[in-house]
Nanobody, 121 residues
């Protein structure tokens, strides 16, 4: 199994910044990709940003130029630097890791519990 522990959420004014962190632990053999998703009230969960083990990145159009995803492979940790935050960024942010483990060799998507980000206008 893989455990994902997120931190860094909170309340910030529009235009401010936050940095989210997510550390993966467990019987991990490899992590092919890590990313962040978000879900606002009444909406479906959506991709925010993803980074592969080779450092390829992909961003949602809504966050391009404002958010930066990075990864520390040695620590199995992914970060999301969020700048120029807007009220519409308010959501619960979930960490995701696509990982292979000792008991599940085929890559599987694991999820964190989520961290609340609230941007006030």
């Amino acid at each position: 199994q893989v455990q994902l522990v997120e931190s860094g959420g909170g309340l910030v004014q529009a235009g401010g910044s936050l940095r989210l962190s997510c550390a993966a632990s467990g019987s991990i053999l490899s992590i092919s990709a890590m990313g962040w998703y978000r879900q606002a009230p009444g909406k479906q969960r959506e991709l925010v940003a993803v980074i592969t083990s080779g450092d390829s990145t992909n961003y949602a159009d809504a966050v391009k130029g404002r958010f930066t995803i990075s990864r520390d492979n040695a620590k199995n940790t992914v970060y999301l630097q969020m700048n120029s935050l807007k009220p519409e960024d308010t959501a619960v942010y979930y960490c995701n890791a696509r990982a292979s483990t000792i008991t599940r060799i085929r890559p599987y998507d694991y999820w964190g519990q989520g961290t609340q980000v609230t941007v006030s206008s």
